[in-house]
């Protein structure tokens, strides 16, 4: 049967794609790139830290040392780890020790935790495998190399000896430098005394050093808030200073108890507790050689301090006094010596010259100088003013959730000047007492002056008052702590008046000045038309 004239060829249907070759592509891509991350990630980090591994010969990454010893040219520094109870002697802690050798005295944490941190560190810049060689062969070998059994067993190379916190002791020998490039033949116990390597040179220089680098210069450990009392006579005369419920008052010849400045007070313990010694002239401060340092020179301060007990029921520890000499030199130009002593240790210390301006202090710098110390500016959380001028009721802002605002809360938040606040606390806190007064000295209406409450917590229990009013003639500023027993008046820095209100509105932004709008009408310079003469008002 033909086809129907009008009929179309049936189309033949599409080829199916062919997905095998795309698919495998794909798969050998994931592998292979798979392959190269945890070539990048895992193989090849891990590779580069155990070549970087083999080349640290001492390998104290993870041990807890308990004695680290230094040997050179007859001399021997022996370290013993104060927290191996702990097992924390480690590179990179902050571990204490004790120097044993050569003699028993505090060690310079600092500075045995950064050779700790050096043997950690120091790679092998190259190594040589003698352990081939016949033992006739090894022992010459050993003895070009300054590395010889006889010189080790003599004492003549330099010796690290590392014992950790298992009793396991690690022995290493540095012996001559290496003829071409910088480096020092060193032999290691933990290799069977069978490679030698080639350490950079400068790593010799942690056998150089001199007691005064590897002992505490530190003239004591103490901590300034258990200090409750000082008494300290300079230049100035005595001063003596308690702290009671954590306020400190101090006093002079006169006896009479001052409030203290917290904050220089602190820095006059801090500086003794910082104290370092420059040099230590005399190991025995009543020996005759500390008799001759201390020739010609004059004690200029002596400073005592008491402690309160570290746990209840304990007894606190013993007070301890510091004195200072200064000895002028017979050379023209050349600055006066400082030295000291400590009457719970024994070396005599010589200091630098600038311990002697942080130390002597006058009742003038120690007595509080602030109309507000730091501390109370920052926990201020309620400032009330009262004045004639501001009315009957005081002017109140609070501290709210970290936002200060009026109370009541009368000025709405987008108009209160949040800034002011700050700047009345700011210069409160900044200005110093330029003089203090007795009462007879100030003149002025007081009355017409202006309090100012600060409340110190949220419950309103503590709280400082100041009250201030000008001169007479108006330039000089007065002020008084209401609390104070003391009849005395401070005269202070006349920018203090700026930020004291004087009007209910001192808080409110000030709105800004008003300018011409397109639609404001300028006058007219032209008199209207029907304005003038014979206009039949009388012009």
């Not at 340092?293 to 200029?300: C, N, R, W």
């Not at 806190?429 to 110190?456: C, H, W, Y």
């Not at 932004?509 to 206009?535: I, L, N, R, V």
Request: net charge positive.
């Amino acid at each position: 049967m033909s086809a129907e004239p009008n009929q179309k060829p049936r189309p033949q249907s599409a080829a199916m794609p062919d997905w095998k070759k795309p698919l495998g592509l794909a798969i050998a891509l994931t592998v292979f790139g798979g392959g190269a991350l945890w070539y990048e990630t895992q193989y090849r980090p891990k590779k580069e830290e155990s070549e970087q591994s083999e080349k640290k010969i001492f390998q104290v990454k993870e041990i807890g040392i308990a004695q680290v010893q230094l040997k050179s040219a007859g001399q021997t520094w022996t370290f013993k780890c104060l927290d191996d109870a702990k097992k924390l002697c480690k590179p990179g802690d902050q571990s204490k020790w004790q120097m044993e050798e050569p003699s028993q005295l505090k060690a310079d944490d600092s500075n045995v935790n950064s050779l700790l941190s050096a043997l950690k560190n120091v790679q092998s810049q190259e190594s040589v495998d003698i352990s081939k060689q016949t033992p006739e062969k090894q022992k010459t070998l050993l003895g070009e190399y300054g590395l010889s059994e006889e010189a080790r067993k003599a004492g003549t190379v330099r010796q690290i000896e590392l014992t950790d916190s298992e009793g396991k002791t690690r022995t290493f020998w540095l012996g001559a430098t290496h003829p071409i490039g910088d480096g020092i033949f060193t032999l290691a116990s933990t290799t069977g005394e069978q490679t030698v390597f080639v350490l950079p040179s400068h790593f010799k220089s942690h056998f150089e050093r001199d007691l005064r680098f590897w002992r505490n210069k530190k003239l004591m450990a103490i901590t300034t808030g258990d200090i409750t009392e000082f008494s300290l006579t300079g230049a100035t005369g005595k001063v003596s200073g308690v702290r009671k419920d954590g306020q400190w008052s101090v006093s002079g010849s006169t006896g009479k108890d001052l409030a203290g400045d917290p904050e220089t007070i602190d820095s006059l313990l801090s500086a003794l507790s910082n104290l370092s010694a420059k040099e230590f002239p005399a190991e025995k401060k009543e020996s005759e050689e500390a008799r001759k340092v201390l020739s010609g020179a004059k004690k200029v301060i002596s400073l005592a301090v008491g402690f309160k007990p570290k746990k209840e029921g304990e007894a606190a520890d013993a007070p301890l006094q510091l004195d200072v000499f200064e000895k002028t030199s017979a050379k023209k130009g050349e600055s006066a010596q400082l030295f000291a002593t400590l009457s719970t240790n024994d070396p005599l210390y010589e200091l630098d010259s600038g311990a002697k301006k942080r130390l002597d202090q006058s009742l003038s710098s120690l007595r509080l100088s602030k109309l507000l110390t730091s501390l109370e500016r920052y926990g201020t959380k309620r400032i009330e003013f009262r004045s004639q001028g501001l009315g009957e009721a005081p002017l109140v802002v609070v501290s709210k959730e970290g936002k200060w605002q009026t109370e009541p809360k009368t000025t709405p938040e987008d108009t209160f000047d949040s800034d002011q606040v700050q700047k009345v606390l700011d210069r409160l806190s900044g200005s110093r007492i330029i003089e203090f007064l007795p009462n007879a000295k100030a003149n002025g209406d007081a009355a017409a002056g202006i309090r100012v409450t600060l409340f110190l917590d949220e419950a309103g229990t503590k709280k400082r008052e100041l009250h201030f009013w000008k001169s007479k003639d108006g330039k000089t500023l007065f002020a008084r702590d209401v609390a104070s027993q003391r009849s005395e008046v401070f005269k202070v820095d006349m920018a203090i008046d700026q930020i004291l209100p004087k009007a209910r509105e001192f808080f409110v932004k000030a709105k800004p000045a008003s300018e011409p709008t397109a639609t404001t009408s300028a006058p007219s310079s032209k008199e209207p038309k029907d304005h003038g003469p014979g206009d039949g008002h009388g012009h």
